[in-house]
């Protein structure tokens, strides 16, 4: 069996009127986050992790921010794509190992409902979908609760 593991990371900023989306769901907040898409930086960690582990760019260069099509797009429907995209080159998502850094919200209580969320969008099992989340401590843009920045660790397989 031939295995492949990628990594993603991906930061967008806090803003006012915006809609916080982490992980594909929805979460009550004084900001959200600023993109041309949802901005669902966790979502979009995993797909450049995805892409990088099947040697296939990133997602700038699938999902560009300069589409129409892809303006306010539900990120969820990018992660669908970038399982498909991956197949297409014989792919398979083995498991995903993800960290959100955030102040606020506490994500805690969260996580179970993304992990089922991201689950359910790659057609995978819960359990192979682990999600942690952290602090700065305060310090830097995280810190300040100007931004929020994901990180996350893929292992796709060989169909």
Not at 15 to 22: A, C, K, N, P, T
Request: net charge negative; aromatic share 6%; proline share 2%.
């Amino acid at each position: 069996m031939k295995i492949r593991v990628g990594f993603g990371f991906d930061v967008h900023q806090l803003v006012e009127g915006r809609d916080l989306w982490l992980g594909g769901i929805k979460l009550e907040h004084t900001k959200g986050l600023l993109g041309h898409s949802d901005a669902d930086v966790l979502i979009h960690a995993i797909c450049d992790a995805l892409l990088g582990a099947a040697n296939m760019r990133d997602i700038g260069y699938h999902f560009p921010d300069t589409g129409s099509e892809f303006k306010n797009i539900d990120s969820k429907i990018l992660l669908r794509r970038t399982v498909e995209i991956i197949a297409s080159k014989g792919y398979s998502v083995g498991n995903i190992d993800a960290t959100i850094c955030a102040e606020r919200p506490k994500l805690k209580m969260h996580i179970p409902d993304m992990q089922q969320c991201l689950a359910d969008c790659m057609d995978i099992d819960a359990d192979d979908v682990s999600i942690k989340a952290t602090t700065t401590e305060k310090l830097g843009f995280t810190g300040r609760e100007e931004g929020i920045s994901a990180y996350a660790t893929v292992l796709i397989e060989a169909k």
